[in-house]
């Protein structure tokens, strides 16, 4: 199976929380990253979090890692149409960061 | 924060010619770039790590010979996809380090690149 896993898809209505998953099986991951791509753009960094963390909030953003379990998740607080977006869970697992992508979460937020 | 810029956009090519794809750090020196391949509903996959002045290094499979990368300078990086062949289409991106930036494992992504051989 994939390295890392997200569910493809996720509809949510403006103003509602957003909740994104993401498993991944090395256990060795020691950064874990939030990208977003929006349409014809880059994937840009949302935020991050060392694996020796469980919790880390960035204004609308709160992300969890549970470490056991190997489930990191993002929150989107309060979801505006302009986060309609895909959504990628990535790690690093050496010093040279190179990144294990997920396939990436389609969120659409309707009116 | 950091601009990584990548040309062409798109590109359309016949079966057996060979397509070149530029990564460029617009505001930033670096060291480091890497080349991902994505396809359709699936994860980016890293094809090699690119590395100003020195051979680049190829994650196993892909084959260095096809996918040539040159690193000639800090703030370039070239793709050549040769003999393209339609399994070859797909979607490239590049990213690269800021040796500037807090956190030494944040990449900045380009655009991305369309390739589609016919």
């Known amino acids: 199976g994939e390295d890392v896993e997200q569910s493809l898809f996720l509809s949510v209505r403006e103003g509602d929380s957003s909740v994104i998953n993401c498993t991944y099986t090395?256990?060795?991951?020691?950064?874990l990253y939030w990208y977003k791509q929006e349409p014809g753009a880059g994937l840009q960094l949302l935020t991050y979090?060392?694996?020796?963390?469980d919790m880390k909030q960035d204004q609308r953003l709160t992300v969890l890692l549970n470490k056991k379990d190997k489930h990191l998740s993002l929150r989107i607080a309060d979801t505006q149409t302009g986060d309609s977006a895909i959504y990628f869970c990535a790690h690093a697992t050496d010093s040279w960061g190179k990144l294990q992508f997920g396939a990436g979460t389609q969120v659409v937020v309707t009116p | 924060g950091a601009v990584v810029s990548q040309h062409p956009s798109w590109v359309i090519c016949k079966s057996g010619t060979s397509v070149k794809i530029e990564c460029r750090s617009l505001?930033?020196?670096?060291?480091?770039m890497f080349w991902y391949r994505q396809f359709p509903k699936q994860s980016l996959m890293l094809m090699a790590t690119?590395?100003?002045?020195?051979?680049?290094?190829?994650e196993q499979g892909v084959e260095k010979d096809k996918f040539l990368i040159n690193h000639a300078s800090l703030t370039l990086s070239t793709l050549t996809v040769t003999s393209a062949h339609p399994e070859d289409s797909s979607f490239y991106i590049c990213?690269?380090?800021?040796?500037?930036?807090?956190?030494?494992?944040?990449?900045?992504f380009g655009p991305g690149t369309r390739l589609t051989v016919l």
């Open positions: 990213s690269a380090r800021d040796p500037g930036t807090s956190n030494i494992h944040e990449q900045f």
């Open positions: 979090i060392f694996s020796n963390m």
């Open positions: 690119s590395n100003e002045g020195s051979k680049a290094t190829y």
């Open positions: 090395d256990s060795s991951s020691t950064y």
């Open positions: 505001d930033f020196q670096a060291t480091t």
